[in-house]
């Protein structure tokens, strides 16, 4: 089973940046050919979907970080990246890798994002 591994996450001010990246244990042409997506999770708040992108490099974007967030992927790397910018406070949360994936999608462990005022 392919892992993916978060990193990049930590304490910011708001009005900051973070770059957060996912790294696949292995990449291929599952990798090229998945949809990967970035999702969140507040305490006491369902997960939600944050950012995707397909294997064509279409984008979409949850429209409270329209304009704010980019994601992005590096297929010979097998990574996937989530650029944050203008941090408010409401995005602090766990932010997770997910791999779409038929029957069953991959997730990684997430990483921490805490923004403070």
């Known amino acids: 089973q392919v892992q993916l591994v978060e990193s990049g996450g930590g304490l910011v001010q708001a009005g900051g940046s973070l770059r957060l990246s996912c790294a696949a244990s292995?990449?291929?042409?599952?990798?090229?050919?998945?949809?990967m997506a970035w999702y969140r999770q507040a305490p006491g708040s369902q997960r939600e979907l944050v950012a995707g992108i397909t294997s064509g490099g279409s984008t979409n974007y949850a429209d409270s970080v329209k304009g704010r967030f980019t994601i992005s992927r590096d297929n010979a790397k097998g990574t996937v990246y989530l650029q944050m910018n203008s941090l408010k406070p409401e995005d602090t949360a766990v932010y997770y890798c997910?791999?779409?994936?038929?029957?069953?999608?991959?997730w990684g462990q997430g990483t921490q994002v805490t923004v403070s005022s």
């Open positions: 292995r990449t291929g042409i599952i990798f090229r050919l998945s949809t």
């Open positions: 997910k791999q779409e994936r038929s029957p069953n999608a991959v």
